[in-house]
């Protein structure tokens, strides 16, 4: 009964944010805070199932595949949602600071965030290519109301974009499943995997339209330009969501279609050094945009478009450890880049502003939010011990072991500039001023909520730095053939 | 049954023509309403004719009946309405 | 019937071209609702009448009042005059054409599968306790899509909300619909008509097109007439009734898939005696949620209220 | 049989390629909501296309798939639309 767990996943979130939009409650909402209590019960305990049994599956409505569709729950996704959990929670304890007081913007929060919970554990679990399509779409029409909640003109636009962009991406995708399924006739992932041709046209044309819209909605650089506005404009609660779990959706789904049935056509060489270079041209470019940003949360949002790239230099690399190495990006990026949203945005909350070159005194009011920023910035750069330096270790083993110079520069580089903006920031935070930092109205200092979450999400970023062998072990294998 | 059904499919889809040509071609907002209204029930009617007469089946004739009846209705209330603001807009427009 | 065929796919596209290339908002509107027709005409063409059914009502209908109103809303303006630059059009016009190139290879090309989902979906007709292959892809095969589809609703419409910008709160009804004799006339003709046959479409959809999409869009189409005509008004604030409505397909339709695991095995998964029951108040719930939600992503509004008679 | 096939594939094709170049190149955000719902057109005319090649009746997994892609596409349009509606009211308030 162990595989029932995988619907719960999905419902239990689902069904809470459910009941809190019919509740009407505020931030403190009982019912909203058992709503999150019980979703992270029940990913832990899927977790912990996939660690001892192994993958699971489920037959929605007793329907075998082709028929019906599969859940399909192996250690990447059990990993993801692990880190949709942690993250989740810790920001959910952030958004109880946040939203006090405001007691219809606390309401959507929670059942937008609720709904978006249960939809990411949807995505994660999936195992059809229709469904991803639902999930993907769930996934973005709960992303894109969060970024509503700032209320501002700005964040409007951003929506706006966002939800062209995001549409424009998944119908991409979707022409891409019509010619699978023309293929096929199936739209399970192992089917396809065993009756996909070999090569042609029609394989061509369905992998880079199934792929160009995952980038779309991954913002890989070409198509970035909205997820900085987006993500720097919404409460900081959103960006951290957002930054750390919204976009990884995107990019999960390539890694798991590359880990599945699209693992020939995406291993030909052209296609898997493209990727590799749009990755690097993500590295370079993002991070050279968050040098020049004059606001901490626009520089915390180019800094995403980076830190996603390398996720993509897996695909020129493929071998077990560029596999571990790229997925641990994921979990390590998520939960600093979660952390420094957050820090940046208690700065924010206190001063009314969060405009790089004001922010100097701030050492002082501000110490334990600022720690937290550079506790996260040390992952975020890649050095020893956060987890973010085992990442990217393992993916600069795995480019020397090829000799993929140019793979290497990049990390390296990558890792440099990455320092570059956060040191800028740190320069102007720790400079001493005699009068503290400029404030835009009186300060509203930060709820010890606030500040006690972004902190542990922190710790959290260097603790992955010792905890990689029980999760790449629970990650397995890299998964080669197909299946 | 054949031909006369084709041939009444054929003398609606001509009242079509005309109410097409006259929403096209007339002057102003009245004697365009005209047009389509008029010729396109009749067309209409003829059509839903013409394929009960093709499909010869009385629960058919029936709904097709029923479909005519409420698009009559239909139009003659939209016709009102968009030629009622028409005229409302014009008042106005003298007032001013 | 090929030269039919040639002419609708030859006028699709160009209101399609049109339609996108006019700077004329008005006009692109008015070509988009004649395009979602013609889109209703292809389905019925393509052996396809539920989507027919839902394009019309749905598509066509439904957004292209939307659509206009939206314009309306926005101050009637007449277009955009901007022009993007000379690279930006060359790099949209060149990549256009390389992906319907592609696309059309590629579907041209195509391989027939041996051993299609669906051909399989038409044999187990029978245990899916409906006629009806689509009704049973949609709410048994596959029912979780249908399901998580009622959260993508509900999300839109919570999106709707936050954007605070209702179509219908501040809508004064029209002159036209004022004082004239004939509108109160037709809506008792019309609307009792709608629901009928939403009521019956929904019903239908266990053995013929039909279903709870189509018949909630036309159950929704009543509610926008409705509230065209000033019978229905936006109201600034929800009530629990009304919220209630709102999530009663995703709530029936989930619970009812969890609280049959432990006798199933599987979520969603239906006793043989119990399926078409099941179904029947499923279908039921989930028109309902689809009727509201439509009528209040038209109406943009956080709830309803009725209007002056 | 084959013919009609190729000419509704042909439209898919056509309304994909369009689609992409009116988001691209059209500056107002109500007529890019109008190219990405030509673009879904599109898509799901090749679905049904394909739907179609299934010996023994059209394929009602591809139909039940358009029917939730059509539902989804039309309610991420009306939430679009709302937010198009704020952007124009939010700059008449710059205007005054």
């Not at chain 2, 001509?14 to 071609?25: I, N, P, Q, W």
């Not at chain 2, 097709?64 to 409302?88: D, N, Y």
């Not at chain 3, 596209?13 to 979602?36: E, H, K, Q, Y």
Request: charged share 10%.
């Amino acid at each position: 009964m162990s595989d029932a767990l995988l619907p719960l996943s999905v419902f239990v979130p689902l069904l809470a944010g459910v009941c809190v939009f019919l509740s009407g409650g505020g931030a403190r909402s009982p019912v909203a805070l058992s709503g999150v209590l019980l979703s992270l019960a029940i990913s832990l305990l899927l977790v912990m199932a996939v660690g001892s049994q192994g993958t699971l599956d489920h037959a929605l409505a007793g329907w075998e595949p082709p028929l019906g569709i599969r859940l399909h729950a192996d250690g990447l996704a059990a990993l993801m949602i692990l880190l949709t959990a942690v993250v989740g929670a810790l920001v959910s304890l952030h958004a109880v600071g946040q939203f006090a007081g405001k007691s219809e913007i606390a309401n959507r929060f929670w059942t937008l965030w609720l709904l978006l919970w249960g939809s990411l554990n949807a995505l994660f679990l999936s195992a059809d290519l229709f469904n991803v399509y639902v999930t993907l779409e769930l996934v973005t029409l709960a992303a894109i109301p969060l970024v509503l909640l700032a209320g501002s003109r700005q964040s409007v636009s951003a929506s706006l974009n966002y939800l062209l962009l995001a549409l424009f991406g998944s119908l991409l995708y979707l022409g891409g499943v019509a010619l699978i399924y023309g293929m096929t006739g199936t739209l399970d992932l192992q089917l396809i995997g065993e009756r996909l041709p070999a090569g042609g046209w029609p394989v061509g044309v369905a992998t880079a339209l199934i792929v160009a819209g995952l980038l779309v909605k991954a913002a890989i650089v070409p198509f970035h330009f909205w997820l900085p506005p987006a993500h720097g404009g919404a409460p900081a609660p959103v960006s951290a969501l957002l930054s750390a779990l919204v976009v990884k959706a995107a990019v999960y789904l390539l890694l798991r279609l590359w880990a599945g049935p699209l693992q020939l056509p995406l291993s030909a060489p052209w296609v898997a050094q493209l990727l590799g270079a749009l990755g690097a041209a993500a590295i370079i470019l993002g991070s050279i945009q968050a040098m020049r940003q004059p606001r901490l949360k626009l520089v915390v949002a180019y800094s995403t478009v980076a830190q996603l790239g390398y996720i993509l230099l897996f695909f020129p690399l493929a071998v077990a450890s560029a596999w571990q190495g790229a997925v641990y990006h994921g979990l390590a990026h998520g939960v600093a880049k979660a952390a420094l949203f957050l820090a940046a945005g208690n700065m924010l909350y206190h001063l009314g502003h969060d405009r790089v070159a004001e922010l100097r005194g701030m050492g002082r009011p501000l110490a334990l939010s600022l720690g937290a920023f550079a506790i996260a910035s040390v992952s975020i750069m890649g050095l020893p011990p956060s987890g973010g330096f085992i990442a990217k270790w393992l993916l600069l083993q795995s480019a020397l072991e090829q000799g993929l110079w140019w793979i290497v520069a990049t990390v390296l580089v990558g890792g440099l500039l990455a320092a570059g903006y956060v040191f800028r920031v740190m320069r102007y935070a720790f400079m001493e001023a005699h009068a503290g930092p400029s404030v835009d109205r009186a300060p509203t200092p930060a709820q010890p909520l606030m500040v006690w979450s972004a902190l542990t999400l922190a710790v959290l970023s260097i603790v992955l730095g010792f905890t990689a062998r029980p999760l790449l072990t629970l990650l397995g294998e890299i998964p080669l053939g197909g299946g | 049954m054949t031909l006369p059904g084709v041939a009444l499919l054929l003398t609606g889809l001509l009242f079509y023509l005309a109410g097409t040509v006259g929403l096209l071609r007339f002057p102003d907002v009245y004697s365009r309403l005209h047009a389509i209204t008029k010729a396109d029930n009749v067309g209409l009617g003829l059509l839903c004719l013409g394929i009960a007469l093709l499909s010869s089946s009385w629960g058919i004739a029936a709904l097709l009946a029923l479909v005519w009846l409420l698009a009559i209705g239909a139009a003659t209330v939209g016709c009102h309405l968009i030629a009622r603001h028409s005229l409302l807009e014009r008042q106005r427009g003298r007032r001013e | 019937m090929i030269v039919v065929d040639t002419l609708a796919a030859l006028i699709l596209v160009v209101l399609a071209w049109r339609c996108l290339l006019l700077t004329d908002l008005f006009r692109s509107i008015v070509l988009f609702i004649v395009f979602g027709l013609l889109m209703a005409l292809a389905w019925a063409r393509l052996d396809a009448p539920d989507l027919a059914l839902a394009e019309a009502a749905i598509g066509a209908g439904l957004l292209g009042v939307l659509l206009l109103g939206t314009w309306r809303a926005m101050g009637s303006p007449d277009g955009d005059h901007r022009q993007p630059g000379r690279a930006l059009q060359v790099i949209a016009a060149g990549g256009g054409m390389v992906l319907a190139v592609l696309v059309g290879i590629a579907l041209h090309q195509l391989p027939v599968s041996e051993q299609a989902a669906g051909a399989l979906a038409l044999e187990r007709l029978d245990e899916a306790a409906t006629q009806q292959p689509v009704t049973a892809v949609l709410l048994n095969f596959r029912s979780y899509d249908t399901l998580l589809e009622m959260g993508v609703l509900l999300m839109a419409l919570l999106g709707t909300w936050l954007a605070r910008v209702p179509l219908m709160e501040s809508l004064s009804g029209d002159d036209a619909s004022r004082g004239t004799e004939l509108l109160p006339v037709a809506l008792r003709v019309f609307v009792p008509v709608m629901l009928l046959v939403g009521a019956y479409l929904i019903w239908a959809g266990t053995h013929s097109p039909g279903g709870a999409f189509q018949g909630g869009a036309v159950l929704a189409a009543a509610g926008v007439l409705l509230a065209l005509a000033g019978r229905l008004r936006g109201d600034t604030g929800d009530s629990l009734p009304l919220r209630m409505l709102l999530v009663l397909g995703l709530t029936v339709f989930s619970l009812a898939g969890l609280l049959l695991i432990p006798l199933q095995g599987a979520f969603m998964a239906y006793p043989p005696t119990l399926i078409y029951p099941v179904m029947l108040i499923v279908e039921y719930s989930l028109a309902v949620s689809i009727a509201i939600t439509l009528v209040l992503l038209y109406t943009g509004s956080r709830g309803l209220r009725r209007g002056p008679a | 049989m084959m013919a009609g096939l190729d000419v509704y594939a042909l439209a898919a094709a056509a309304l994909i390629g369009l689609g992409f170049f009116g988001l691209i190149v059209q500056m107002h955000p109500l007529k890019r909501l109008l190219a990405v719902n030509v673009l879904g057109n599109g898509v799901f005319l090749a679905l049904i296309v394909i739907a179609r090649r299934l010996p023994g009746g059209p394929d009602p997994v591809p139909h039940a798939m358009v029917l939730t892609g059509i539902v989804i596409a039309v309610s991420a349009t009306a939430f679009g639309l709302a937010l198009v509606r704020r952007q124009a009211r939010d700059e008449e308030g710059d205007d005054e």
